[in-house]
């Protein structure tokens, strides 16, 4: 001790200041190099060597999941080759305007939708809606202007206009249920009422389909219309508790018309089967439709992974899988949940509650942060009845990225993440809502670390050479 202190004493000002420059040239250049590697490889490099070279001499271990199964390159493969572009496709769960989203907007004062979803709603009614033979009756001529209408009253005293002139206008029944009714009990009279006449209609249509274009162009009309109205009778019974009759309404549509899968009614009838915690089924779903040929969905992804999670996750500890390694039950289970996340990675933050949620838009983008609202705003209860699905999703779901090459120039399992996903869902989210940015990354804790140490280390060097005297006080005190 006496020695360091006789040492210390006779250090002079200029020794402080140039330790404090080496110092702070050092954490510099650890600093740069810290950022060059996560720029360029998407991590830490200090936390990379710690996770793989320091822990295991440690005594941790790290147990990373096993090369992808075959199935994968073969899905990597043929999305490859169909890559999509960043297409927006309805939302299968899309809410009641009058009775779900108006009804936020009384409580709130925020309005949900966008512009842009809504006008694509309206485009998408013109198109299921309407066709060329409309003239020929005059309140299909009605409706046809309603549904161009921007103003909600508008809309709504065309369709009473159009059941003056007839009384078994579907399409009228449809927008009063859609817009009018302000609770699910109403919604649900006025679709009963559109079924009525819808069935009616389409039937006159299948007799005389074949006797020209114009008839077969009203027959496909009058289709959509009969299975747009039996599909949210099924919602309005799955909402008013009425599971099982949704179930049965769901399946007897998809038996009805399979030629509509692109309606994906598959994913209404997903969530309402893991409501009845039927979870052989929803194996048996999946089966049919969690399919390389068919494009998937956060829906598809995310329950098949809550499905390999459930049979692992009441048993599972990160402690005790660190000291023993991974079961193949596990390992099935953190690859499907890396399979999830690389599909859509906005998923987890809002199943872990890291995120709020907003009421999901009409309208959704693959892999986007809509379609990551959509799913966690109806899966969510799913996840938190399952004991310890979330515990297993919070352990694993990060170690996705480190899986994926950065940047994105291809993907692991899927085709690399498309790079226009943000523009869609700023225009598909409203203002109030965080619109969750991938693959923007956080900076990892070293990055920010080496930032202070760097930043402080040159203070220090400032101050010594402005107040050498007392800086050199300071440090032997």
């Given amino acids: 001790l006496l020695t360091v202190t006789v040492f210390l004493s006779t250090l002079t000002p200029k020794f402080y200041f140039a330790l404090t420059v080496t110092s702070s040239f050092i954490s510099g250049l650890i600093f740069v190099f810290e950022w060059w590697h996560f720029r360029k490889y998407g991590t830490s490099f200090i936390e990379q060597v710690s996770v793989s070279h320091l822990r295991p001499l440690i005594g941790g271990a790290e147990n990373s999941p096993p090369a992808p199964a075959a199935f994968s390159a073969g899905e990597n493969e043929t999305s490859r080759q169909n890559m999509p572009e960043c297409k927006v496709w309805r939302n299968p769960l899309n809410l009641f305007r009058g009775a779900e989203y108006s009804r936020y907007m009384w409580v709130t004062g925020k309005e949900p939708l966008t512009y842009y979803d809504m006008n694509l709603s309206a485009q998408d009614h013109q198109t299921f809606f309407t066709c060329d033979t409309d003239a020929l009756r005059p309140s299909d001529t009605v409706m046809q202007k309603a549904w161009r209408e921007r103003n909600p009253q508008a809309r709504i005293k065309a369709a009473y206009q159009a059941l003056e002139l007839n009384n078994d206008c579907a399409t009228a029944y449809v927008l009063l249920a859609e817009e009018e009714a302000t609770t699910i009990v109403d919604a649900e009279k006025y679709f009963k009422q559109a079924l009525k006449a819808g069935e009616m209609i389409y039937r006159k249509s299948q007799n005389c389909h074949s006797q020209s274009p114009q008839h077969e162009a009203q027959l496909r009309r009058d289709t959509n219309v009969l299975v747009y109205v039996k599909r949210r009778l099924a919602m309005c019974a799955r909402k008013l508790g009425r599971i099982r009759e949704a ?50 969905s956060a829906a598809i992804c995310y329950t098949a992974a809550l499905l390999k999670a459930r049979a692992v996750s009441e048993r599972f500890s990160p402690e005790t ?52 609202v959509a799913y966690a705003f109806f899966h969510l209860q799913h996840w938190k009845r399952i004991e310890g699905a979330l515990n297993l999703l919070h352990c694993t779901w990060e170690g996705t990225f480190r899986m994926i090459p950065y940047p994105l120039e291809k993907g692991h399992l899927f085709y690399p993440y498309p790079s226009c996903t943000e523009t869609a869902d700023r225009e598909l989210l409203p203002t109030f809502h ?16 080496t930032a202070g140490l760097c930043s402080f280390s040159a203070m220090l060097a400032l101050l010594t050479h402005q107040f050498p005297e007392l800086m050199v006080i300071f440090t032997k005190a």
């Fill in 247 to 296: 179930v049965k309404m769901m399946r007897d549509l998809m038996k009805e018309f399979p030629l509509l899968s692109m309606l994906n009614i598959h994913e209404n009838l997903l969530e309402a089967l893991l409501e009845l915690q039927a979870y052989a089924d929803v194996q048996a779903v999946l089966a049919k439709y969690d399919d390389i040929s068919l494009p998937k």
């Fill in 321 to 372: 899988a660190s000291k023993r390694g991974l079961s193949t039950a596990e390992i099935n289970a953190v690859e499907a949940i890396h399979r999830a996340v690389e599909f859509n990675p906005h998923v987890p933050k809002y199943l872990l509650e890291m995120k709020s949620l907003v009421l999901p838009p009409e309208h959704i983008l693959k892999r986007g942060d809509s379609e990551a």
């Fill in 434 to 449: 965080e619109v969750s940015v991938y693959p923007q990354k956080e900076l990892p804790f070293f990055i920010h670390f």
